[in-house]
């Protein structure tokens, strides 16, 4: 009987001591890995503006970088940034968009060019969708297939339509990625979110 309290005794002062070491250890580093988790973002966010920096770039000259080419500015109810900052008309506009994806959240950003019709690119810095289907929204190759795509169509009609076939697309249509319906219908569903309230926070729907 002695030995089981003992072992019980035991086990709950060591629970304690590890649970206690975990939380240490996560208040620790908290301030490291928000400033990992903010680089992440800002590097997408240029990647997305296309403005280029050296790939072995420090966190430190990253957000040097980051402040001296862009700006965040309100439109509406909507946040987005701006490329490049300062006086005169913009090139590249970026908005953020995020949703639920089919195992986790997905987040990114939708560039568009001055006008906010066109858009001009696509990523994705946070997913959890299965590696080598839906986890191909963060490829090269389906994210250059958002280039030049409208976000309006001829017809005044408003979204992004990401669907299979591979026929001929429409001006706001991008080919789907096979076995991986859920995760585009998901992707379809956040990117048409934002798009709407961009086209209504702008009035014109032409």
Same mark, same amino acid.
């Given at each position: 009987?002695?030995?089981?309290?003992?072992?019980?005794?035991?086990?709950?002062?060591?629970?304690?001591?590890?649970?206690?070491?975990?939380?240490?250890?996560?208040?620790? %580093?908290?301030? @490291?890995?928000?400033? !990992?988790?903010?680089?992440?973002? !800002?590097?997408?966010?240029?990647?997305?503006?296309?403005?280029?920096?050296?790939?072995?770039?420090?966190?430190?000259?990253?957000?040097?970088?980051?402040?001296?080419?862009?700006?965040?500015?309100?439109?509406?109810?909507?946040? @987005?940034?701006?490329?490049?900052?300062?006086?005169?008309?913009?090139?590249?506009?970026?908005?953020?968009?995020?949703?639920?994806g089919l195992?986790?959240?997905?987040?990114?950003?939708?560039?568009?060019?001055?006008?906010?019709?066109?858009?001009?690119?696509?990523?994705?810095?946070?997913?959890?969708?299965?590696?080598?289907?839906?986890?191909?929204?963060?490829?090269?190759?389906?994210?250059?297939?958002?280039?030049?795509?409208?976000?309006?169509d001829a017809?005044?009609?408003?979204?992004?339509?990401?669907?299979?076939?591979?026929?001929?697309?429409?001006?706001?249509?991008?080919?789907?990625?096979?076995?991986? %319906?859920?995760?585009?219908?998901?992707?379809?569903?956040?990117?048409?979110?934002?798009?709407?309230?961009?086209?209504?926070? %702008?009035?014109?729907?032409?």
């Open positions: 009987m002695k030995g089981s309290l003992y072992t019980l005794i035991y086990a709950a002062v060591l629970g304690t001591v590890c649970a206690l070491l975990l939380t240490a250890v996560a208040d620790v %580093t908290a301030p @490291f890995r928000q400033a !990992n988790a903010e680089a992440e973002r !800002n590097r997408n966010i240029l990647k997305v503006l296309q403005i280029s920096y050296p790939p072995e770039v420090s966190v430190s000259k990253l957000v040097e970088i980051f402040e001296n080419n862009v700006e965040m500015k309100v439109l509406g109810e909507l946040q @987005f940034y701006r490329y490049p900052k300062g006086p005169g008309q913009a090139e590249t506009v970026a908005f953020a968009f995020e949703g639920a195992w986790g959240p997905i987040k990114g950003f939708l560039a568009l060019g001055p006008e906010m019709r066109t858009i001009r690119g696509i990523t994705f810095y946070q997913q959890e969708e299965t590696p080598g289907l839906g986890g191909e929204i963060a490829s090269a190759k389906f994210g250059k297939q958002f280039q030049g795509r409208k976000i309006v017809s005044g009609k408003v979204g992004i339509v990401i669907k299979g076939g591979g026929e001929k697309r429409a001006v706001n249509e991008v080919d789907a990625i096979t076995g991986a %319906t859920m995760t585009c219908e998901k992707v379809e569903a956040m990117l048409n979110s934002v798009i709407e309230k961009i086209v209504q926070e %702008t009035g014109n729907n032409g």
